[in-house]
């Protein structure tokens, strides 16, 4: 019996360290490979991944040389990578980024002298806003995902949002209750719609979705679950916040459903947390979800995103916050409900401390974490003391829309963050993240974020910025780094606001300085800009050949001449106002011209194609119909948004090649010709009338399916000097 028992032991200790050399080394494997995908003809020859214990539960990573090997030793593979991007930032001076990277890799490697040791004051480095998965990565495929998971990992980013691919889990959930396929054909969105209604802001906008779609994103979301947790990270999966389908009263006629809008849109059905089939519903998601996807035990919901309760009750909201985790719970007793906070930043006004107290406080205080959406902006932790106790992470949001304008604020980004670990009045502060709504612009704004993570210390702004210029454009310049500490006082110095302006070329126009969703208000005069330029002009011959200096150089001087186009505006528009006809059409060619110049400068850059949006859309398409159906999408979000009469115009507009020329010129273009109209009858300019028709004329453009190149034209650097010789004597 004695020796019976000696032998379990024996075995099963056996089976215990083989599991764990199994982890360890799949944990490796995961690390070799991304570095093989980074640098494929260095990975073995040139770098050892070594596994090594965490920190107090917190990632750390160690990097030094062995044997003319870069050993890099981290917690977990995310640590791993961040091991291997200190290194390419800190030795090699490399940069890996969304708009141009710079992998020129020293030859021989340079070695680390001495052994260099990080660990991060973070449990949570989150990732992602619903939004982004529309703005940005609606048309994603695995290619473009396999390397946005890679920047996470290289970034230090161990929480991302994965909500990819739950549409398969929802018809699946209503088709086990009895709803048909007739039934669900009104209640889901189009794809470049989800983010609003899995939110539960709008149902089948944009739709009906085709099943390919659903079974491709499933496929998809497998894909991108199993690299994320190869990498170590714990992803957050959605889980049910009340909404149901159109049909759900008719199948379930005694449910307590409430009816809410948004954005003027069709009212949308919220089934009470009290009533027993959200319960039922929540569990049932969240077991498909498991079945389908596996878990990390980390859920996302948003019960109230932008609606308002149907009462202040503080018992209600209670019992609303209490049921929502239940359902979680009852799925799998380790959830861990992740709020974003937004609701209480955006209905401020009702979102009184008994309220939020009402909703936090129903739920343990070890299964919920709160993201400070808007932390650099508008933060709602120190409103709340803290969240009332319980885990929160800091977050910069950042982009609205997906919006083209260099915008940002250093300062507060560089310095806050740390400046907060540790101090009483944050609570349990337990992580950093990005929330912007879309990525893929102003990539030093990400890039200066993420240098928090591994760091307990605020950040050196200058100093930083002068390494960011070396490894992002591959030499020192004394003239770009000039330029950039310009930049650093202008346009990313930016005082309080709802993200960076837009130019009045985007907006429906008017004679007005703004119009719906078109702030042009700046947190700078555009005069002080313009040395940057000149000083990145003076650098383009000796920093041409990068890839990030190029995305710089045509950004800044886009900025420039969308600055001295909202200018002419307000110069025609006095001119109009004066019934001065002759300077009105001379400074309206002036803006037109503009215009044609940016699409020219932006059609040279493939991050700036509208091309490359539409035909990732249509390329999903299976069939003539699926394509005309993503490309209205893809239309339709980045101009009316909704329908003719949507109040979010242009709230996702964008300064692309393409769009500058075939829709925002062609509408300036017919603003002119009814105001000419107006003064050459001597009628005041209906202003109202005009709007009306170019609704009309906005939904046929969304409608067309007319091709654009997703192919950069022409050269950067020479046609930026060639505006520069144009416009510098104008603009100064």
């Not at 606001?497 to 130019?503: K, M, R, V, W, Y």
Request: charged fraction near 20%; include cysteine; proline fraction near 5%.
């Amino acid at each position: 019996m004695q020796f019976r028992s000696l032998l379990l032991t024996v075995v099963l200790f056996a089976a215990v360290k083989a599991a764990a050399a199994t982890g360890k080394d799949s944990v490796t494997s995961a690390a070799y490979a991304l570095i093989k995908r980074i640098l494929p003809e260095r990975v073995h020859k040139n770098f050892e991944v070594v596994l090594i214990e965490s920190t107090n539960a917190k990632d750390v990573f160690e990097l030094y040389s062995k044997n003319n090997k870069i050993v890099l030793a981290g917690s977990n593979g995310v640590a791993i990578a961040s091991a291997l991007n200190y290194y390419l930032k800190h030795y090699a001076h490399c940069d890996i980024g969304w708009n141009g990277s710079n992998l020129t890799i020293p030859d021989p490697l340079p070695l680390v002298p001495d052994t260099i040791r990080q660990a991060t004051p973070y449990t949570y480095r989150y990732y992602l806003n619903y939004c982004t998965f529309n703005y940005t990565m609606s048309w994603w495929d695995w290619e473009r995902w396999e390397k946005e998971i890679d920047w996470m990992a290289l970034n230090g980013i161990n929480m991302p949002l994965a909500i990819t691919g739950q549409n398969i889990i929802w018809y699946r959930v209503y088709k086990q209750m009895g709803f048909t396929d007739k039934d669900l054909e009104s209640f889901f969105s189009g794809p470049a719609y989800f983010n609003w209604f899995w939110m539960g802001n709008l149902d089948g906008w944009g739709g009906p979705l085709p099943m390919s779609w659903m079974k491709s994103h499933e496929a998809l979301q497998k894909k991108i679950l199993a690299r994320q947790r190869s990498l170590g990270m714990t992803p957050v999966l959605p889980a049910f916040t009340g909404h149901v389908p159109p049909a759900f009263k008719k199948k379930f006629p005694n449910a307590n459903l409430k009816q809410t809008t948004w954005s003027k849109f069709p009212a949308v059905s919220i089934l009470d947390p009290e009533d027993p089939l959200f319960m039922e519903i929540g569990k049932n998601f969240i077991q498909e979800q498991t079945k389908t996807f596996g878990t990390d035990h980390l859920y996302s919901s948003d019960t109230f995103n932008e609606n308002k309760p149907p009462t202040n009750d503080s018992t209600y909201l209670s019992e609303i916050s209490k049921k929502v985790y239940q359902a979680m719970a009852a799925a799998d007793p380790e959830a861990k409900w992740i709020m974003q906070g937004w609701l209480f930043h955006f209905q401020s006004s009702f979102w009184k401390p008994t309220q939020i107290k009402a909703m936090l406080n129903a739920v343990p205080d070890d299964k919920m974490i709160i993201l400070d959406l808007w932390s650099e902006n508008n933060p709602v932790w120190n409103k709340t003391e803290a969240y009332y106790g319980k885990p929160w992470i800091w977050c910069m949001l950042h982009n609205f829309g997906g919006n083209i304008s260099m915008y940002g604020r250093m300062d507060e980004v560089a310095a806050k963050p740390a400046s907060l670990i540790d101090q009483p009045e944050t609570g349990q502060l337990s992580g950093i993240g990005l929330t912007p709504e879309a990525i893929e612009q102003n990539p030093v704004m990400y890039a200066l974020m993420l240098e928090n993570v591994w760091r307990n210390q605020p950040i050196d702004l200058t100093n930083w910025l002068k390494d960011y210029v070396f490894r992002r454009y591959g030499a020192r310049n004394a003239a770009a780094e000039n330029a950039w500490m310009i930049l650093k006082q202008t346009v990313y110095n930016a005082g309080v606001s709802n993200g960076g302006p837009e130019s009045i070329i985007t907006g429906r126009p008017t004679f007005a300085a703004k119009a719906g969703c078109t702030n042009t208000t700046k947190g700078y005069r555009p005069a002080e800009i313009l040395p940057a330029w000149e000083l990145m002009l003076s650098a383009a011959d000796k920093l041409k050949a990068s890839e990030g200096f190029r995305y710089d150089l045509v950004d800044l001087t886009r900025q420039v001449l969308a600055n001295y186009a909202d200018t002419l505006q307000r110069e025609f528009a006095k001119a109009y106002q004066e019934k001065d006809r002759a300077r009105f059409t001379s400074l309206f060619n002036q803006f037109t011209a503009v215009i044609n110049d940016m699409d020219r400068l932006l059609a040279s850059q493939k991050d700036f194609l509208l091309g490359r949006w539409l035909n990732d859309a249509v390329r999903w398409g299976n069939n003539a119909a699926e394509k005309k159906l993503y490309e209205r999408n893809a239309r339709n979000l980045i101009t009316l948004w909704g329908n003719q009469n949507s109040s979010l115009h242009e709230y996702a507009c964008k300064q692309w090649s393409g769009m500058l020329k075939d829709f925002y010129l062609l509408r300036w273009q017919q603003f002119y010709s009814a105001a000419i109209d107006a003064l050459n009858s001597n009628r005041n300019f209906d202003q109202k009338s005009f709007e009306e028709k170019m609704k009309a004329w906005e939904w046929q453009w969304v409608n067309k399916q007319d091709k654009f190149s997703d192919v950069p034209a022409g050269d950067p650097v020479v046609i930026a000097k060639e505006l520069f010789q144009k416009y510098w004597g104008k603009v100064k």
